[in-house]
């Protein structure tokens, strides 16, 4: 039932099979791809919004800046484009970090507070820094807990190696790789069950440890690269979380389970703002012909702010901008509207593409394709059908102009299955709406630039972001000028074969209207 194709066999069986089809303008496609390719604002788009305005976190005045910066170069092309919002979220805003070790030396530390982190006071925090212990249970844990008052306390496992994977097997041994591995894995299975035994999860140990009286909570997320670590949100509210590369969180563990007794300064200046409004960013090209039927481009505006937030989901943001220039420009008469959402809180859940989901009914039904880009900065080197049973025709009517050194290495899968939520595309599909992933290659996107502080304009490879934007250019072009309505019609759902029923096609999610309070 499900096959996987390269677009180049698509192509043959769509031409033969699409032959009754208008055929598309050539001049129109060789146009698109010519502006794309020689008149490209692309690098400019991506100075301005991850070097001057920065990374884009939820709350954040940066956020409020990049939705009025789109707005302004949407006006500024002709296109007409407004902030829709859509509920409220903690309002904070990023200031200095500092933390340096103070004792048994002095020595500057890599480090960041996380977002939504309390700011400290005055001259900052300076405690001695304990580990929590490896204790029978959560009962043997309770009595241990005033201990940490007035004490900074480490609460992640200390990395047994620095060096990625990838570097291991190109340099070392087997035996010692294999001993490696088999080291980290047993000392990842024992911290497991040493957080564990406290009762409480990753989420609420530091609430409980910030109850108790501790100075701050000092973490490291190791993203498995050289020099990487992932960048989320704090749990507590009085006291601060700061994330400290993987190099001088060893540095300070080994000191402490050696009884030197380090002792740390945190200086963090972020700012509480109390609601600040979420927004989502639309513009529009408004149909000549069918201006109710919709053709939507989808990226996610949002990011974490460890880094600048440049390909998670800058890129995708750049790159459906550039697209929606290009097209007002070479075809500024679609028959169908062209819509493109940027929108707010994916990274909690998907809320601002859910939000526009459920207060825009009238345009999720006259949807006629979604297409949406969010996993870095590479070539689009994956498509899935998302569980429409026809989307094998119309995909392969609409991608048949692109040019052929773009489709040659991209992987298709129909009918394929419905997204469950990884992205915003998810939350049309969920609606019935036929909404796509145009999925990447990696550049290393997982381990070095997915949520982590190396997440910088640097790592943007700006010829495979042009070459996406052709595609989507194309693709939005002959959606937009397709006589026929693409069909709706969705598989029949496999047998769960752990439960023996049949899984059902996802529901749209509830958006979270008001986020972002510690509960």
């Known amino acids: 039932m499900y096959k996987k194709h390269t677009l180049r066999t698509l192509f043959v069986l769509m031409i033969s099979a699409s032959v009754s089809y208008a055929q598309p303008s050539k001049p129109v496609v060789d146009n698109i791809i010519k502006e794309a390719t020689e008149n490209s604002q692309l690098e400019q788009l991506g100075y301005e919004l991850m070097d001057v305005i920065g990374p884009r976190l939820v709350g954040t005045p940066q956020m409020e800046k990049a939705h009025n910066w789109a707005v302004g170069k949407y006006k500024n092309?002709?296109?007409?484009?407004?902030?829709?919002?859509?509920?409220?979220?903690?309002?904070?805003?990023?200031?200095?970090?500092?933390?340096?070790?103070?004792?048994?030396?002095?020595?500057?530390?890599?480090?960041?507070?996380?977002?939504w982190s309390p700011a400290?006071?005055?001259?900052?925090?300076?405690?001695?820094?304990?580990?929590?212990?490896?204790?029978?249970?959560?009962?043997?844990?309770?009595?241990?807990?005033?201990?940490?008052?007035?004490?900074?306390?480490?609460?992640?496992?200390?990395?047994?190696?620095?060096?990625?994977?990838?570097?291991?097997?190109?340099?070392?041994?087997?035996?010692?790789?294999?001993?490696?591995?088999?080291?980290?894995?047993?000392?990842?299975?024992?911290?497991?069950?040493?957080?564990?035994?406290?009762?409480?999860?990753?989420?609420?140990?530091?609430?409980?440890?910030?109850?108790?009286?501790?100075?701050?909570?000092?973490?490291?997320?190791?993203?498995?690269?050289?020099?990487?670590?992932?960048?989320?949100?704090?749990?507590?509210?009085?006291i601060p979380t700061i994330d400290v590369a993987l190099e001088?969180?060893?540095m300070l563990f080994r000191m402490v389970e050696n009884g030197a007794k380090p002792k740390i300064k945190i200086q963090a200046s972020s700012k509480n703002l109390g609601k600040m409004p979420a927004f989502n960013t639309i513009a529009e090209i408004k149909g000549s012909e069918k201006p109710n039927e919709y053709v939507i481009l989808s990226a996610h505006f949002d990011s974490w702010d460890g880094g600048t937030g440049a390909t998670d989901n800058g890129t995708g943001t750049i790159m459906m901008m550039e697209v929606m220039r290009v097209l007002k420009k070479m075809y500024p008469n679609p028959k169908r509207t062209i819509l493109v959402g940027h929108w707010g809180s994916e990274e909690q859940g998907l809320n601002?593409?859910?939000?526009?989901?459920?207060?825009?009914?009238?345009?999720?039904?006259?949807?006629?394709?979604?297409?949406?880009?969010?996993?870095?900065?590479?070539?689009?080197?994956?498509?899935?059908?998302?569980?429409?049973?026809?989307?094998?025709d119309y995909l392969g009517r609409w991608m048949a102009p692109v040019p052929q050194a773009i489709t040659s290495e991209i992987k298709t899968t129909f009918p394929g299955f419905p997204g469950?939520?990884?992205?915003?595309?998810?939350?049309?599909?969920a609606a019935g709406a036929p909404a796509f992933m145009l999925g990447s290659l990696s550049w290393s996107y997982g381990n070095y630039t997915?949520?982590?502080?190396?997440?910088?304009?640097?790592?943007?490879?700006?010829?495979?972001?042009?070459?996406?934007?052709?595609?989507?250019?194309?693709?939005?072009?002959?959606?937009?000028?397709?006589?026929?309505?693409?069909?709706?019609?969705?598989?029949?759902?496999?047998?769960?074969?752990?439960?023996?029923?049949?899984?059902?096609?996802?529901?749209?999610?509830?958006?979270?209207?008001?986020?972002?309070e510690i509960k």
């Not at 004792?103 to 960041?112: D, F, G, I, N, W």
């Not at 469950?420 to 599909?429: I, K, L, P």
């Not at 006589?483 to 996802?506: F, H, L, Y």
Request: hydrophobic share 35%; aromatic share 8%.
């Open 450 to 516: 997915w949520h982590t502080n190396r997440d910088t304009y640097d790592k943007i490879v700006f010829d495979d972001v042009r070459s996406n934007v052709i595609l989507a250019a194309i693709l939005t072009y002959m959606a937009s000028e397709d006589p026929e309505t693409a069909s709706r019609d969705r598989i029949v759902m496999p047998i769960n074969p752990r439960t023996g029923e049949q899984t059902t096609w996802p529901t749209l999610r509830k958006p979270t209207r008001v986020g972002g």
């Open 77 to 115: 092309w002709g296109i007409e484009a407004r902030n829709e919002k859509w509920g409220e979220w903690r309002g904070w805003e990023r200031g200095v970090t500092h933390v340096d070790m103070v004792h048994p030396r002095v020595q500057s530390l890599e480090a960041t507070q996380l977002a």
């Open 248 to 250: 001088d969180y060893g």
């Open 352 to 392: 601002g593409s859910s939000a526009f989901v459920e207060d825009h009914p009238e345009i999720v039904k006259n949807i006629q394709a979604v297409f949406n880009q969010d996993n870095g900065t590479g070539r689009v080197a994956n498509i899935s059908g998302q569980g429409f049973l026809n989307a094998y």
């Open 120 to 238: 400290t006071k005055g001259n900052g925090v300076t405690a001695e820094l304990v580990i929590v212990p490896d204790l029978q249970d959560s009962v043997a844990f309770k009595k241990w807990l005033p201990s940490v008052k007035g004490k900074l306390v480490m609460i992640s496992m200390m990395q047994p190696t620095g060096r990625p994977d990838y570097n291991w097997q190109e340099f070392a041994l087997k035996e010692s790789m294999e001993k490696m591995k088999a080291s980290r894995t047993q000392m990842t299975e024992a911290w497991s069950k040493r957080i564990s035994k406290t009762g409480h999860t990753a989420r609420t140990l530091p609430q409980a440890l910030e109850k108790a009286g501790a100075a701050g909570i000092v973490m490291s997320n190791w993203s498995g690269g050289f020099g990487v670590n992932k960048i989320f949100g704090a749990n507590t509210t009085k």
């Open 420 to 429: 469950g939520g990884g992205s915003d595309h998810a939350s049309f599909v």
